[in-house]
């Protein structure tokens, strides 16, 4: 993050947790930002900044309670940014994951061509008003006087804090294992369900452990984020081979050599699926850091 934890009381209470949560949040978006305006339009760019987003929205869906200023409707100009350039990851990073495995398979077809409306400009999709109006706005909640009573900000003692912050990460680590132990025989629609808890899990995480620091103790945070990187990693890359299926089932209609590639892809979700339901088993031997 790009404000250190040593800027901000080891246990705040809710409206000094925000502030730092939110400040780091929105530092990281618009360095990322500054680089793709400066014309970086890179895949790596695009991708830091997909993380940003969600880091943001982590924060502002999971720490609602502990600011009656935030907006819902912030979210659907973020949301609406975060998928537009979720589709340029796709067309231009998401190909390598599973080229060699298409290579490999001697598939007649290992790469698609993305539509060319999707080659626009990256910049484009962070340049709509609502959305910068959204992040105008939110800077204004993290930057408001911490001097003033506001009802921007619950009143909640730093012990409050933590109580809600625990209760929050709790709810995310109970979905996550609940639907992990028979994650190979949910729906796709639900699997990526499970991945999306399982990212504001660790970023809400990140967040507790770096801005309230002395609310937990110990060497169980860090153990509890290492535990969370091989399911991530297992459910990112199940993700993106079924986007990718996806992608050559769509492409068949114009070209017949993707067909086998679609086909290779789906029948490889079995066994990815598997392997994510293992992580996230594994994931589920690890005690959460707020117990």
């Not at 978006?29 to 991708?47: C, F, K, N, P, Y």
Request: charge should be positive; charged fraction near 25%.
């Amino acid at each position: 993050m790009s404000t250190p934890a040593k800027q901000h009381p080891d246990r705040p209470d809710a409206a000094g947790f925000v502030r730092a949560a939110l400040t780091a949040a929105l530092a990281q978006v618009q360095s990322h930002l500054a680089v793709l305006e400066g014309g970086g339009s890179d895949a790596e760019t695009i991708h830091q900044l997909r993380v940003a987003l969600r880091r943001l929205r982590t924060v502002l869906r999971e720490c609602a309670g502990l600011a009656p200023g935030m907006r819902a409707e912030w979210d659907e100009p973020l949301a609406q940014a975060f998928a537009q350039l979720g589709t340029l990851r796709d067309a231009d990073t998401l190909a390598d994951v599973v080229r060699p495995l298409l290579q490999a398979a001697h598939a007649p077809l290992c790469d698609w061509q993305a539509p060319q409306a999707v080659q626009a400009d990256a910049a484009a999709a962070v340049r709509e008003p609502p959305f910068l109006q959204a992040l105008a706005e939110i800077q204004a909640l993290a930057q408001a006087p911490q001097a003033e009573p506001s009802a921007r900000f619950a009143r909640l003692s730093a012990a409050g804090t933590r109580k809600y912050l625990a209760r929050r990460l709790a709810r995310l680590h109970r979905q996550v294992l609940r639907d992990g132990r028979h994650f190979d025989r949910l729906p796709l629609a639900q699997q990526h369900r499970v991945r999306k808890r399982l990212k504001r899990l660790r970023y809400l995480a990140d967040f507790a452990r770096e801005f309230a620091p002395g609310m937990w103790p110990g060497k169980k945070g860090r153990r509890f984020a290492e535990a969370l990187v091989p399911a991530q990693d297992a459910l990112g890359l199940h993700n993106d081979m079924a986007v990718a299926a996806e992608h050559f089932h769509a492409e068949a209609a114009r070209d017949p050599r993707a067909w086998f590639a679609a086909g290779y892809l789906q029948a490889r979700l079995a066994t990815s699926a598997r392997s994510s339901r293992r992580a996230l088993r594994a994931l589920a031997r690890v005690p959460g850091f707020w117990l």
